[in-house]
């Protein structure tokens, strides 16, 4: 079975840096497009941030900038750096995979247990 395990997450004050981790284990023929998304408190689940397999990153308008998400392949791992946090970017932070895991079948979504994030001072 594949997982998805983030981690990096905790208490930063605004203004701080903070870098998630996500890392997938488990049967993984292929892993496609990785993704960053959050949950604010009473707020729907957001995009922060996408990959290609190949390198290619998008980003939402309210992060970019501050936020770089990049992929080691070799390790199966997605990562958020994230700089000049803001109260605003306090949310649970989930991980997001599209990964093919057998050679019988397609891809599909994986979803990590997510993180939390909070700018607080």
């Known amino acids: 079975q594949v997982q998805l395990v983030e981690s990096g997450g905790g208490l930063v004050q605004p203004g701080g840096s903070l870098r998630l981790s996500c890392a997938a284990s488990g049967r993984i023929v292929s892993m496609n497009a990785m993704g960053w998304y959050r949950q604010?408190?009473?707020?729907?689940?957001?995009?922060?941030?996408?990959?290609?397999?190949?390198?290619?990153?998008?980003?939402?308008?309210?992060?970019?900038?501050?936020?770089?998400?990049?992929?080691?392949?070799?390790?199966?791992?997605?990562?958020?750096?994230?700089?000049?946090?803001?109260?605003?970017?306090?949310?649970?932070?989930?991980?997001n995979a599209q990964i093919r895991p057998s050679w019988f079948g397609g891809p599909r979504d994986y979803w990590g247990q997510g993180t939390q994030v909070i700018v607080s001072s």
Do not use: W
């Open 40 to 95: 604010a408190p009473g707020k729907q689940r957001e995009l922060v941030a996408s990959i290609t397999s190949g390198g290619a990153a998008n980003y939402s308008d309210i992060v970019k900038g501050r936020f770089t998400v990049s992929r080691d392949n070799a390790k199966n791992t997605v990562y958020l750096q994230m700089i000049s946090l803001k109260p605003e970017d306090t949310a649970v932070y989930y991980c």
